[in-house]
C-alpha cells in the first residue's frame, strides 16, 4: 500500500510542449556591414580599411541587372 506522500505520483500532469519563440535577431546596418567585408578584406590583401571601405561605398552598375535572392 501506498503513503499518502506518493499520491503526488500518481496524479496526471501536464506535459505539453512548451512553446518557445524565434529569436529576433537584428539585421545588421549596411555600415556595418561594409565595415565588416572592408575590415576582412583588408586582413587578407594588406590594404587599408579605410581604402576599401571607400570602394565598397561606389556605386557600381555593373551587374545593375542581376537580382540577388533574399
Same mark, same amino acid.
Given at each position: 500500500?501506498?503513503?499518502?506522500?506518493?499520491?503526488? *505520483? !500518481?496524479?496526471? @500532469?501536464?506535459?505539453?510542449? !512548451?512553446?518557445?519563440?524565434? *529569436?529576433?535577431?537584428?539585421?545588421?546596418?549596411?555600415?556595418?556591414? !561594409?565595415? +565588416?567585408?572592408?575590415?576582412?578584406?583588408?586582413?587578407?590583401?594588406?590594404?587599408?580599411? +579605410? @581604402? !576599401?571601405?571607400?570602394?565598397?561605398?561606389?556605386?557600381?552598375?555593373?551587374?545593375?541587372?542581376?537580382? *540577388?535572392?533574399?
Amino acid at each position: 500500500m501506498r503513503k499518502a506522500s506518493d499520491n503526488r *505520483l !500518481l496524479k496526471p @500532469q501536464d506535459h505539453s510542449m !512548451l512553446k518557445t519563440t524565434a *529569436l529576433q535577431r537584428k539585421k545588421p546596418s549596411r555600415k556595418a556591414l !561594409l565595415r +565588416a567585408v572592408a575590415s576582412s578584406t583588408a586582413v587578407e590583401t594588406g590594404r587599408t580599411v +579605410a @581604402q !576599401l571601405e571607400q570602394q565598397l561605398k561606389q556605386a557600381t552598375v555593373r551587374f545593375a541587372h542581376i537580382k *540577388l535572392a533574399r
